[in-house]
């Protein structure tokens, strides 16, 4: 656990460095608000696209082979990243921007090694302990760009390059911890596996578990859902903020804060799924996001209200992966998980690669407003739902 923790707060600053600035850069590259919201769908993609490679290799080599997969792939995207800022090439950016969700992909990929030795009855509190690590990397990750970004150009590099070869040396480090320091391997020590490879469990398992377990389907159903609200409203922040006039430092405050909504009170989620089961925080998760919308979408120029809806985004974020993570995790057998884990990952990033295509659609033609009433309507729609399954449960129990 302290192992993960720490790999948390290291790759954290370099995720939320790349979520603060890179819809700016995109924007300022190409000159499109539209194709701005392309950065966070690149982001996204990439941690879709590394979700089933991190979770294969986690089958067959443990986690430690898993997430050392998802931060080579995060540094080299840095690494990519900062040859196309200088270049001032945009589609280059968002490629290294799609290999930079590697680090997105790994740290949701050590929320669910938290749980791999945990007892039934605390896998939602070992899982957001994790989780809220990541606070105090990725609370600090959006304020260090500016520094970063100064130290860059002193360095020879482009503007706004710096702030990424910054990330890049945060996940080069979290990469060093998971290879030195997470022994034994959680997974291999969980199902008695030696330092030899293992089974590989196919899509198709995970595919198969779904179907037969309709409480890990409505699970995922919640975490995709809380996760495309999160991402398409988040994504198009820093653009609104910044054609309002907003400079660095206040993007970054905003994201900070927002990251902390997402992060700090994760242990009384973690706690609360725990104690008054998983499903009705899902609920309430699907209630902080509606007011989130609300507030986004009413908001106008009010960054104060803008900021007010970003830190209910994120604790409606936290409810949703939290709550969900744990359901999926404790409803399918321990040998199949990282092939469940893995889909569900993929899922959950490909319906929040697909929201932030939609919302940069919606931001550019229609306004900031038009998306957070389309994200209300969506949330709306999910709690409900999720609701009515709940208490038809429990009537048929009784």
Same mark, same amino acid.
């Given at each position: 656990?302290?192992?993960?923790?720490?790999?948390?707060?290291?790759?954290?600053?370099?995720?939320?460095?790349?979520?603060?600035?890179?819809?700016?850069?995109?924007?300022?590259?190409?000159?499109?608000?539209?194709?701005?919201?392309?950065?966070?769908?690149?982001?996204?993609?990439?941690?879709?696209?590394?979700?089933?490679?991190?979770?294969?290799?986690?089958?067959?080599?443990?986690?430690?082979?898993?997430?050392?997969?998802?931060?080579?792939?995060?540094?080299?995207?840095?690494?990519?990243?900062?040859?196309?800022?200088?270049?001032?090439?945009?589609?280059?950016?968002?490629?290294?921007?799609?290999? #930079?969700?590697?680090?997105?992909?790994?740290?949701?990929?050590?929320?669910?090694?938290?749980?791999?030795?945990?007892?039934?009855?605390?896998?939602?509190?070992?899982?957001?302990?994790?989780?809220?690590?990541?606070?105090?990397?990725?609370?600090?990750?959006?304020?260090?760009?500016?520094?970063?970004?100064?130290?860059?150009?002193?360095?020879? /590099?482009?503007?706004?390059?710096?702030?990424?070869?910054?990330?890049?040396?945060?996940?080069?480090?979290?990469?060093?911890?998971?290879?030195?320091?997470?022994?034994?391997?959680?997974?291999?020590?969980?199902?008695?596996?030696?330092?030899?490879?293992?089974?590989?469990?196919?899509?198709? *398992?995970?595919?198969?578990?779904?179907?037969?377990?309709?409480?890990?389907?409505?699970?995922?159903? /919640?975490?995709?859902?809380?996760? *495309?609200?999160?991402?398409?409203?988040?994504?198009?922040?820093? #653009?609104?903020?910044?054609?309002?006039?907003?400079?660095?430092?206040?993007?970054?405050?905003?994201?900070?804060?927002?990251?902390?909504?997402?992060?700090?009170?994760?242990?009384?989620?973690?706690?609360?799924?725990?104690?008054?089961?998983?499903?009705?925080?899902?609920?309430?998760?699907?209630?902080?996001?509606?007011?989130?919308?609300?507030?986004?979408?009413?908001?106008?120029?009010?960054?104060?209200?803008? *900021?007010?809806?970003?830190?209910?985004?994120?604790?409606?974020?936290?409810?949703?992966? #939290?709550?969900?993570?744990?359901?999926?995790?404790?409803?399918?057998?321990?040998?199949?998980?990282?092939?469940?884990?893995?889909?569900?990952?993929?899922? /959950?990033?490909?319906?929040?690669? *697909?929201?932030?295509?939609?919302?940069?659609?919606?931001?550019?033609?229609?306004?900031?407003?038009?998306?957070?009433?389309?994200?209300?309507? /969506?949330?709306?729609?999910?709690?409900?739902?999720?609701?009515?399954?709940?208490?038809?449960?429990?009537?048929?129990?009784?």
């Amino acid at each position: 656990m302290a192992v993960l923790s720490a790999t948390q707060i290291v790759g954290g600053v370099g995720v939320a460095v790349g979520l603060a600035l890179s819809s700016v850069v995109v924007d300022d590259l190409s000159g499109s608000t539209v194709i701005s919201g392309f950065a966070g769908t690149a982001t996204v993609l990439g941690a879709a696209l590394l979700a089933l490679p991190t979770a294969k290799a986690s089958s067959r080599g443990g986690r430690r082979a898993g997430l050392s997969l998802a931060y080579v792939a995060a540094l080299a995207g840095c690494a990519l990243s900062v040859v196309a800022i200088s270049l001032r090439t945009w589609p280059l950016l968002l490629a290294g921007l799609v290999l #930079v969700g590697g680090g997105s992909a790994g740290s949701l990929a050590a929320r669910y090694a938290a749980t791999d030795l945990s007892p039934r009855d605390r896998s939602a509190r070992h899982l957001s302990l994790v989780v809220w690590a990541s606070t105090f990397g990725s609370v600090a990750g959006p304020n260090l760009a500016r520094p970063a970004d100064q130290i860059g150009m002193r360095l020879g /590099m482009a503007e706004k390059a710096g702030p990424f070869a910054f990330a890049a040396l945060a996940f080069a480090l979290a990469l060093v911890i998971i290879l030195c320091l997470l022994r034994p391997d959680p997974l291999k020590l969980a199902v008695g596996r030696d330092e030899s490879p293992g089974r590989t469990r196919t899509i198709r *398992t995970a595919w198969h578990t779904l179907r037969t377990n309709p409480m890990a389907r409505r699970a995922l159903v /919640m975490i995709a859902v809380s996760h *495309t609200a999160m991402v398409s409203v988040m994504s198009m922040t820093p #653009v609104k903020l910044h054609h309002d006039g907003s400079n660095l430092d206040v993007i970054g405050l905003v994201i900070s804060l927002h990251i902390a909504g997402m992060y700090v009170m994760s242990p009384v989620v973690g706690w609360l799924a725990d104690k008054a089961g998983k499903v009705p925080v899902l609920v309430l998760g699907m209630a902080l996001l509606l007011g989130a919308a609300a507030l986004a979408g009413t908001a106008g120029h009010r960054v104060w209200q803008v *900021t007010a809806a970003l830190v209910l985004l994120g604790l409606g974020w936290s409810c949703g992966l #939290v709550a969900g993570s744990a359901l999926v995790t404790e409803s399918v057998p321990i040998e199949r998980r990282p092939a469940v884990q893995g889909l569900s990952d993929l899922l /959950m990033n490909v319906c929040g690669a *697909t929201g932030t295509i939609v919302a940069g659609a919606i931001v550019g033609l229609l306004g900031y407003g038009m998306l957070g009433l389309v994200v209300g309507i /969506m949330v709306a729609l999910a709690g409900l739902w999720l609701a009515a399954l709940w208490r038809g449960a429990h009537l048929a129990s009784e």
